[in-house]
């Protein structure tokens, strides 16, 4: 899966012929910004191949880049006023203006990771993480830059991200499913499995409003590790579900990286990255500030944040 945006305006010369895109990538292009050079003209056959629905190759079929993000930034755009007064209000109607505020969530990012690899993702609240796993699983688009996944990608987002209160869970798995790519027949048959591994009983018939925070976990980590994939996205997930739970979803964490799995995985339970990772980075207010041992990364975070490795800062309270 790819998403790339040229944000280069057109040249006057005619363009050379776009290499191809890789079989396992989806290349999804931003709006250029407004130019005076004519923007250069697009056939009806690239725009097809363009849209192409991602294909999904078996993991010997791949390079060894499991993920590649090249110069990524995201920006926000929201109407933003500190004191917002009536009067304020009608004089902005009058003369057709908005206030506007830029978010700059990511900065010119760049990394990339091999099949393999367990990447921690450490930093303040704010400072990009959940905008760039959003942006690595396709749901946020990249303001400028590019990014690669190779392979079939599976997230585990905020609690409940990606399910419908109203429906069931034996439906809410369909979805999910489906979601990752898979064929009806496919979830199907992996339904038993983690119906079983999330442990809900007759719940799992019921609407998934009626279920607690720790049984909305149960099935969402349930449905997003038996969904076999090469990159697996966890974003603030594993804190929920009791100590039974937790022990089991980290014998399962072990089995995904004994697959030589692909895992990113943001969490403020800082010793959690220190156990499960082989590789780390340290995001602050949008920008890369280093990458390294996630030893050496979250003893350096600790630092700058002049905290301490105490068992308060290290644990997910």
Same mark, same amino acid.
């Given at each position: %899966?790819?998403?790339?945006?040229?944000?280069?305006?057109?040249?006057?010369?005619?363009?050379?012929?776009?290499?191809? @895109?890789?079989?396992? @990538?989806?290349?999804?292009?931003?709006?250029?910004?407004?130019?005076?050079?004519?923007?250069?003209?697009?056939?009806?056959?690239?725009?097809?191949?363009?849209?192409?629905?991602?294909?999904?190759?078996? %993991?010997?079929?791949?390079?060894?880049?499991?993920?590649?993000?090249?110069?990524?930034?995201?920006?926000?755009?929201?109407? !933003?006023?500190?004191?917002?007064?009536?009067?304020?209000?009608?004089?902005?109607?009058?003369?057709?203006?908005?206030?506007? &505020?830029?978010?700059?969530?990511?900065?010119?990012?760049?990394?990339?990771?091999?099949?393999?690899?367990?990447?921690?993702?450490?930093? +303040?609240?704010? @400072?990009?993480?959940?905008?760039?796993?959003?942006?690595?699983?396709?749901?946020?688009?990249?303001?400028?830059?590019?990014?690669?996944?190779?392979?079939?990608?599976?997230? =585990?987002? #905020?609690?409940?991200?990606?399910?419908?209160?109203?429906?069931?869970?034996?439906?809410?798995?369909?979805?999910?499913?489906? #979601?990752?790519?898979?064929?009806?027949?496919?979830?199907?048959?992996? !339904?038993?499995?983690?119906?079983?591994?999330?442990?809900?009983?007759?719940?799992?018939?019921?609407?998934?409003?009626? !279920?607690?925070?720790?049984?909305?976990?149960? =099935? #969402?980590?349930?449905? @997003?590790? +038996?969904?076999?994939?090469?990159?697996?996205?966890?974003?603030?997930?594993?804190?929920?579900?009791?100590? &039974?739970?937790?022990?089991?979803?980290?014998? &399962?964490?072990?089995?995904?990286?004994?697959? #030589?799995?692909?895992? =990113?995985?943001?969490?403020?339970?800082?010793?959690?990255?220190?156990?499960?990772?082989?590789?780390?980075?340290?995001?602050? +207010?949008?920008?890369?500030?280093?990458?390294?041992?996630?030893?050496?990364?979250?003893?350096? !975070?600790?630092?700058?944040?002049?905290?301490?490795?105490?068992?308060?800062?290290?644990?997910?309270?």
């Amino acid at each position: %899966m790819s998403f790339d945006v040229n944000l280069t305006p057109a040249a006057p010369a005619t363009p050379a012929p776009a290499a191809a @895109a890789p079989a396992d @990538a989806v290349v999804a292009d931003g709006a250029p910004p407004v130019s005076a050079a004519p923007a250069p003209e697009t056939s009806d056959a690239s725009v097809e191949e363009r849209v192409e629905p991602r294909k999904v190759l078996a %993991m010997d079929q791949t390079d060894q880049v499991a993920v590649k993000v090249e110069n990524l930034s995201v920006t926000y755009r929201t109407s !933003y006023e500190k004191v917002p007064t009536f009067k304020s209000a009608l004089k902005r109607m009058g003369k057709g203006e908005r206030v506007v &505020k830029e978010v700059e969530a990511l900065k010119d990012v760049s990394f990339e990771i091999t099949h393999g690899t367990v990447l921690g993702i450490v930093g +303040h609240n704010g @400072a990009g993480k959940s905008t760039l796993m959003r942006a690595i699983s396709g749901i946020l688009p990249p303001s400028q830059g590019r990014i690669e996944v190779h392979g079939r990608i599976s997230t =585990l987002l #905020a609690l409940g991200v990606g399910f419908n209160s109203a429906l069931s869970g034996r439906e809410n798995v369909m979805l999910g499913g489906l #979601a990752a790519g898979l064929t009806r027949e496919e979830v199907n048959e992996k !339904y038993e499995e983690i119906a079983d591994f999330a442990e809900l009983g007759d719940f799992i018939e019921m609407p998934m409003r009626t !279920y607690s925070s720790g049984m909305f976990s149960r =099935l #969402a980590f349930s449905v @997003a590790v +038996h969904m076999e994939p090469d990159v697996l996205i966890i974003d603030e997930a594993l804190s929920a579900g009791d100590a &039974k739970f937790k022990k089991k979803a980290a014998v &399962k964490m072990d089995e995904l990286m004994g697959q #030589a799995r692909t895992l =990113l995985l943001v969490s403020h339970a800082l010793s959690t990255i220190k156990d499960m990772c082989n590789d780390a980075i340290w995001l602050d +207010h949008g920008n890369l500030m280093r990458r390294g041992d996630p030893t050496e990364i979250v003893d350096a !975070y600790l630092r700058f944040l002049e905290v301490g490795p105490e068992a308060s800062a290290m644990e997910d309270l």
